[in-house]
């Protein structure tokens, strides 16, 4: 297979697991991590409503956004939506599902 240039086809350990999490929680997902250029590598429908989602490897409890490669911070800041959240965990994709719950339901 021919090798296009500048793209990292690398892929998480834990990508699998999250985009299935997601989909137990009833989520759409729409897998972008080829779109490449910093973009999100989810797209997450839930209620209506779509969510940017960045897959990161599960690290220890220092690991924080800043991790994320130039490209994928320079996307999320020009943005005009709502910037990607940021998941390594199943235990992050519950989280996340819950906090997008409408309030007096969770």
Same mark, same amino acid.
């Given at each position: 297979?021919?090798?296009?240039?500048?793209?990292?086809?690398?892929?998480?350990?834990?990508?699998?697991?999250? &985009? @299935?999490?997601?989909? +137990?929680?009833?989520?759409?997902?729409?897998?972008?991590?080829?779109?490449? #250029? /910093?973009?999100?590598?989810?797209?997450?429908?839930?209620?209506?409503?779509?969510?940017?989602?960045?897959?990161?490897?599960?690290?220890?409890? &220092? @690991?924080?956004?800043? +991790?994320?490669?130039?490209?994928?911070?320079?996307?999320?800041?020009?943005? #005009? /939506?709502?910037?990607?959240?940021?998941?390594?965990?199943?235990?992050?994709?519950?989280?996340?599902?819950?906090?997008?719950?409408?309030?007096?339901?969770?």
């Amino acid at each position: 297979m021919k090798r296009v240039r500048g793209f990292n086809r690398r892929t998480d350990v834990n990508h699998v697991a999250i &985009k @299935a999490a997601f989909q +137990d929680f009833g989520c759409s997902v729409t897998d972008l991590r080829l779109v490449g #250029k /910093g973009c999100a590598d989810l797209l997450i429908g839930y209620r209506g409503i779509d969510h940017q989602v960045e897959v990161k490897k599960p690290r220890g409890p &220092k @690991a924080k956004a800043e +991790d994320r490669k130039p490209t994928q911070v320079t996307y999320a800041a020009t943005w #005009k /939506g709502q910037p990607p959240a940021l998941v390594r965990t199943v235990e992050d994709v519950e989280q996340l599902v819950n906090s997008w719950q409408p309030k007096g339901t969770r």
